[in-house]
T-cell receptor
Framework: EAGVAQSPRYKIIEKRQSVAFWCNPI?????LYWYQQILGQGPKLLIQ????????DSQLPKDRFSAERLKGVDSTLKIQPAKLEDSAVYLC???????????????FGPGTRLLVL | QKEVEQNSGPLSVPEGAIASLNCTYS??????FFWYRQYSGKSPELIMS????GDKEDGRFTAQLNKASQYVSLLIRDSQPSDSATYLC???????????FGGGTRVLVKP
């Protein structure tokens, strides 16, 4: 079974530029998550999709970040314009169903390492 | 106060010894808890989940949960150099669906 795919793996941009990340979840997984992991910290959930609908985007900086999952499969996360503090690893994860009280596993992709100069 | 807190470490453990990792959480509504291992430059991978008070064992790993004390721990027995990684504790509320991670504890197992 193929895992969660992400691209690009690395990206270096200058502040105020825009950037986009792509994620393809495990086949059949209805739930997709985007996390931001700053160096030395745990992952922080940015947005969660259930099929193509947004379940939770409470921690997404909506003035600069956007995400979509139009056909309920792959997803893109965009930052425009980027700030220095956006330098982080952006992790995509998927699960078969929504995680509720337990019994569901999230599988993480390899991540995209973003450096904003 | 962070929702999930861990000592950042590093926790230095000699090979063959027991590594003991601790995690506390602030929200009493949290019902399920997870331990992830993250090697440097890699993505997190799930190693244990625990939902009920008490101990849960899986191979060399034992997770312990005490909801009254709002405390989760992970024991790694017979620690190996390959166990050197950052261990992330995560919690989820019963009524929610968001996984909240702690900052992670870095473990170094020395041969």
């Amino acid at each position: 079974e193929a895992g969660v795919a992400q691209s690009p793996r690395y990206k270096i941009i200058e502040k105020r530029q825009s950037v986009a990340f792509w994620c393809n979840p495990i086949s059949g997984h209805a739930t997709l998550y985007w996390y931001q992991q700053i160096l030395g910290q745990g992952p922080k959930l940015l947005i969660q999709f259930q099929n193509n609908g947004v379940v939770d985007d409470s921690q997404l900086p909506k003035d600069r970040f956007s995400a979509e999952r139009l056909k309920g499969v792959d997803s893109t996360l965009k930052i425009q314009p980027a700030k220095l503090e956006d330098s982080a690893v952006y992790l995509c994860a998927s699960s078969l169903r929504r995680i509720t009280s337990g019994g569901e596993t999230q599988y993480f992709g390899p991540g995209t390492r973003l450096l904003v100069l | 106060q962070k929702e999930v807190e861990q000592n950042s470490g590093p926790l230095s453990v000699p090979e063959g010894a027991i590594a003991s990792l601790n995690c506390t959480y602030s929200d009493r509504g949290s019902q399920s808890f997870f331990w992830y291992r993250q090697y440097s430059g890699k993505s997190p991978e799930l190693i244990m989940s625990i939902y009920s008070n008490g101990d849960k064992e899986d191979g060399r790993f034992t997770a312990q949960l005490n909801k009254a004390s709002q405390y989760v721990s992970l024991l790694i027995r017979d620690s190996q150099p390959s166990d050197s990684a950052t261990y992330l504790c995560a919690a989820i509320k019963a009524a929610g669906n968001k996984l909240t991670f702690g900052g992670g504890t870095r473990v170094l197992v020395k041969p």
